[in-house]
């Protein structure tokens, strides 16, 4: 990726420290008593102390955290490794042969290789597939304007098990999902199958990420500081870490430090608005180094774009009413999604946008 450009240099005050203290405390869930979920089911667990133990857990890691870990999760280790390697050897090749898949603002999909984050240049390689395919968004940005657009995933002829790898792990990662969105549920005091409506038609997307070794990893940020856009994510990362979180107890940036076979979990903005701020949708980022490169997969478990995020009604009352107006999730999307492909001269659209 060359020397560093002053696209890719952070504000100082946004710049990673190169020795983080480690995130002692993050909570690490055993899910191994959680029996197969499906949005027929109701959301059944095995045995009700287990679920309830659970849904204590995952809820107390929401609130403190708003991110946590899984082990005993059910996805197949031989299919993450898989993906795992099929994405090194697609990220190893030449910037030609990857630049075929390379996406641009009418095919969103694909490789990419200069997008941003805070309208600063992350030091970052991506490649994005859809869940669904094809996936329906609105076909404008603007309010008002209907009509829908197909998002097409790009395969690259090299490797050639890439495909079959992509397909076979995000169809572990959703069953996976649907299982922790109903625990979530469950710990707001909803029926654990409550949202499985909105995600029939799901927008659902898996990123590869590759971040070179940098040469400047005091100036730059494999990622630099977001929030996740959805209700959940569901991250595979490498034994070289570098995912940093905010602490919300003293607002400090703590690395996540790497468990084997384990998915590292965060809620998003929509689960925030669905749990009107009981649950809080934390800023983490992604440092890199100057020696070693790393690789991970992060899972985006998503809506349809006709979804209207709002509080659910079951928990809208005097006492608690919504802090958030409504609003249509597609817009939303395919919004920050143009967003991804030029520098902004303001911020790029956020749910505090829509805060009451």
């Not at 669904?132 to 940005?141: G, K, M, R």
């Not at 991250?235 to 400090?252: C, I, M, N």
């Not at 928990?315 to 107006?325: A, C, F, Q, S, V």
């Not at 409504?326 to 505090?352: C, M």
Request: with cysteine; charged share 25%; net charge negative.
């Amino acid at each position: 990726m060359g020397e560093v450009n002053p696209a890719l240099i952070q504000d100082i005050e946004h710049r990673p420290k190169l020795a983080a203290p480690q995130a002692e405390g993050i909570p690490l869930i055993d899910l191994a008593s959680l029996t197969g979920y499906s949005p027929s089911d109701g959301g059944a667990v095995a045995a009700s102390t287990a679920a309830e133990w659970l849904v204590a857990e995952i809820g107390d890691a929401c609130k403190k955290w708003g991110f946590f870990a899984v082990v005993n999760h059910g996805v197949a280790v031989e299919k993450r490794a898989r993906i795992e390697r099929e994405a090194r050897e697609f990220f190893g090749q030449g910037l030609e042969e990857k630049k075929k898949v390379r996406r641009d603002e009418k095919k969103v999909l694909g490789y990419y290789e200069t997008e941003h984050t805070k309208n600063v240049r992350d030091w970052q390689q991506v490649f994005d597939f859809t869940v669904q395919e094809p996936t329906l968004v609105p076909a404008s940005l603007e309010d008002g304007e209907g009509g829908v657009t197909e998002w097409i995933n790009q395969w690259p002829d090299y490797p050639p098990g890439l495909r079959e790898a992509c397909e076979e792990y995000a169809g572990e990662l959703k069953k996976l999902a649907y299982k922790l969105m109903g625990l979530t549920t469950q710990s707001l005091g909803l029926p654990a199958n409550r949202f499985d409506e909105f995600f029939e038609d799901q927008t659902s997307f898996v990123r590869l990420n590759h971040y070179p070794p940098c040469p400047a990893p005091h100036l730059a940020l494999g990622v630099g500081r977001h929030k996740g856009l959805g209700p959940l994510t569901i991250l595979a990362q490498d034994d070289v870490g570098w995912l940093e979180v905010k602490r919300k107890s003293d607002g400090e940036w703590v690395q996540v430090k790497p468990i084997p076979s384990a998915f590292i979990i965060n809620v998003g903005d929509i689960i925030q608005v669905w749990s009107n701020e009981k649950y809080e949708s934390v800023e983490h980022r992604v440092t890199v180094n100057s020696e070693k490169g790393r690789f991970s997969i992060p899972f985006f478990f998503i809506q349809p774009h006709y979804t209207m995020v709002q509080l659910p009604k079951e928990l809208t009352d005097e006492h608690n009413p919504p802090k958030y107006r409504p609003y249509n999730w597609g817009k939303f999307l395919v919004t920050r999604k143009a967003s991804n492909f030029k520098k902004l001269d303001v911020e790029n659209l956020q749910i505090h946008h829509f805060r009451t």
